[in-house]
């Protein structure tokens, strides 16, 4: 099986990456960069290497900017809604990648009710945005348990590692998504224009 990782700097993603590999899965990764500090790209480069040494397999990596499209949808829509928006474009992202690639599903390390996008609710509004398969291998983990697997494989001190914070993530998140509030702020954004450019530039990133 071939997945579409969704991966970030932090410590969750590179855990549901190592428990899929374990399983044999292919991986490509994506990481959707909000900002120019260049610390989160090394921080994944070294995590993915990581991966690879432990589980004896290649890793792919894209690079993509999300910042611009963050910066639409905080310009045309509630803040409160920026979040949500936020992962659905995301998975949208990821879609159009897997279909590049011929991959089965899309990984993801959401823990649910761990964060303020992570309730039932804003799961399933992110997750409607796209008809691939979603993963999500950590969905019933304490955040205690990721974070000693993390340090059992080897990735936790470069996760911990300082970079820069979204700068996007709203003082008050809606934690309970309606469908008719996303549907009304979707309507003031271009979609198809925005996904199509972002994935056209699309950089694959040497690990090594």
Do not use: W
Not at 45 to 62: A, G, P, V
Not at 93 to 107: G, Q, R, T
């Amino acid at each position: 099986m071939k997945l579409i990782t969704l991966i970030s700097g932090g410590i969750d993603s590179p855990v549901a990456a190592h428990l899929m590999l374990k399983k044999g899965c292919e991986m490509t990764a994506i990481h959707l960069k909000n900002s120019t500090d260049k610390r989160q790209l090394e921080k994944i480069k070294k995590i993915l290497k990581t991966l690879e040494k432990l589980h004896n397999t290649k890793i792919s990596l894209y690079s993509i900017d999300h910042a611009q499209t963050l910066e639409k949808i905080t310009k045309k829509c509630d803040t409160k809604l920026t979040c949500i928006l936020c992962r659905r474009f995301m998975y949208r992202i990821a879609e159009e990648i897997a279909k590049k690639e011929k991959a089965d599903a899309i990984l993801t390390g959401e823990s649910l009710g761990q964060v303020a996008s992570q309730t039932l609710d804003n799961l399933y509004a992110e997750h409607s945005s796209t008809r691939t398969r979603v993963l999500r291998p950590l969905i019933g983990f304490d955040k205690s348990e990721i974070i000693n697997i993390s340090k059992d494989i080897g990735t936790y001190e470069t996760s911990i590692l300082p970079d820069t914070s979204c700068p996007f993530t709203p003082k008050y998140p809606e934690t309970h998504a309606k469908k008719k509030d996303i549907e009304s702020a979707e309507k003031k954004l271009d979609i198809d224009t925005i996904i199509k450019k972002v994935t056209k530039k699309a950089k694959s990133i040497d690990i090594s």
